[in-house]
């Protein structure tokens, strides 16, 4: 797992950028739709990860994503919570790698 802190104003897309060049060999990455973007979606491919990112509302053309496996992500959320005293990650871009069995 990569879990990458960044400050409120920092956009996901930045982030994206940041954790690219550091993600471990894995079949498949769960993000949120903030990462949701052509280039991204992309630079995984092109590195043989599956992106399982739903896509942002607005965009025109639907993107396909395992629903199962995104509802994974939220079981990885609730441990970066658990340790927040407030019960609030503070703009926790997380990104969960799931290397090949």
């Given at each position: 797992?990569i879990?990458?802190?960044?400050?409120?104003?920092?956009?996901?897309?930045?982030?994206?950028?940041?954790?690219?060049?550091?993600?471990?060999?894995?079949?498949?990455?769960?993000?949120?739709?903030?990462?949701?973007?052509?280039?991204?979606?992309e630079?995984?491919?092109?590195?043989?990860?599956?992106?399982?990112?739903?896509?942002?509302?607005?965009?025109?053309?639907?993107?396909?994503y395992?629903?199962?496996?995104?509802?994974?992500?939220?079981?990885?959320?609730?441990?970066?919570?658990?340790?927040?005293?407030?019960?609030?990650?503070?703009?926790?871009?997380?990104?969960d790698?799931?290397?090949?069995?």
């Amino acid at each position: 797992m990569i879990l990458l802190l960044t400050e409120g104003q920092v956009s996901d897309y930045r982030g994206a950028a940041t954790v690219l060049p550091a993600l471990p060999d894995a079949d498949i990455l769960i993000a949120d739709r903030g990462y949701d973007s052509d280039w991204f979606r992309e630079a995984l491919t092109d590195r043989s990860i599956e992106p399982c990112i739903p896509g942002r509302k607005n965009r025109k053309l639907p993107v396909d994503y395992d629903t199962a496996c995104y509802k994974q992500r939220a079981i990885s959320w609730n441990a970066c919570l658990a340790g927040s005293k407030t019960g609030a990650a503070s703009q926790c871009a997380m990104t969960d790698a799931h290397t090949p069995s």
